[in-house]
């Protein structure tokens, strides 16, 4: 006999025998007393004998019927255990989206602790400057830099950004010479960022400007600008949110004090996000508000 055409019967059988009354486990199981009795009797004719005693008014167990009964009892508590655990243990896929440099600036570093945190959850860093389409169900929290104006989100604000001169730890300031000093360029931050926070503007407001056959070298991704001041390659004019752990530690420092407002940090979730978002969110606000606003 295959188990697998029979499972619905045993939980038929399991009712009835506890109950004793075809309409009382009918209605449990939301049947008909007919129809659950066409599977009780089907399970008799499968097994060729006799689960019931059936009188006018009562049935009560054949000893057959019993026997059966303390084998599909234990048998269904013990799947009920397995998927409990199973529950209780199972990792959930937790996907956090964000820009390249706060990825590998903010994310990375802190991504052991979140994960001690939430030990039931498997984290996906997905790092991107595009667009994100929260509806697409991919992305559990997105952390995106923009003007807000988000809609069909919740968009939460984590921090205003903004663009600092900096150059490496050992950078003698005193002696830096503004018409020399090689320029690192992010040209992202040049597209994107309000009032187009480049090197150009930022020597024009200081009443400077970029001398002909100075050092520069540009690129696309902000964390090869990071890189490019660590190794003491010349100044370049980035996110302080991006640097925070580099300035934090020493490893860089600010060398003007002029400094240009750009755009904001939001955390973006779904209206209807569940428990553990509002969780890895609120951890996302204390961690931020301790390794920068203090």
């Known amino acids: 006999m295959a188990l697998h055409n029979t499972l619905e019967q045993l939980l038929a ?12 486990a009918a209605d449990q199981l939301f ?20 689960l019931f005693e059936r009188r006018t008014r009562s049935i009560t167990l054949t000893p057959e019927g019993a026997y059966l009964l303390k084998h599909v009892r234990s048998g269904f508590e013990q799947i009920q255990f397995a998927l409990h655990q199973l529950e209780q243990h199972k990792q959930r896929l937790f ?22 945190r939430f030990p039931n959850i498997m984290f996906r860093v997905h790092a991107s400057y595009d667009l994100v389409n929260m509806a697409s169900g991919l992305y559990d929290l997105a952390i995106r830099y923009g003007s807000g104006g988000y809609q069909h989100v919740n968009a939460e604000f984590l921090a205003t950004d903004e663009y600092v001169a900096v150059g490496y730890a050992s950078l003698d300031i005193e002696s830096m010479d503004w018409s020399s000093v090689p320029l690192i360029h992010f040209t992202w931050g040049d597209e994107y960022c309000p009032n187009r926070v480049n090197w150009q503007k930022w020597f024009e407001k200081q009443g400077l400007h970029i001398h002909a056959g100075q050092p520069q070298v540009f690129y696309t991704q902000e964390s090869h600008a ?15 949110t991006a640097i925070a752990n580099d300035l934090k530690h020493g490893r860089m420092k600010i060398v003007s004090e002029h400094i240009e407002t750009a755009w904001n940090y ?4 779904l209206p209807n996000a569940d428990f553990v978002v509002e969780e890895v969110k609120r951890w996302c606000r204390e ?5 920068y606003l203090d």
């Open 287 to 291: 961690k931020f508000s301790q390794d």
């Open 13 to 24: 059988f399991q009712y009835v025998a506890e109950e004793l009354s075809f309409k009382k």
């Open 95 to 116: 996907t956090i989206t964000t820009t390249p440099s706060f990825a590998s600036e903010w994310i990375i570093p802190h991504l052991p602790e979140l994960q001690q």
């Open 31 to 50: 049947l008909t007393p007919t129809a659950l009795s066409h599977r009780i009797k089907k399970l008799e004719q499968q097994l060729n004998l006799q």
């Open 226 to 240: 990071i890189q490019a001041v660590l190794s003491g390659q010349g100044v370049a004019l980035l996110s302080r």
């Open 266 to 269: 939001y955390l973006l979730t």
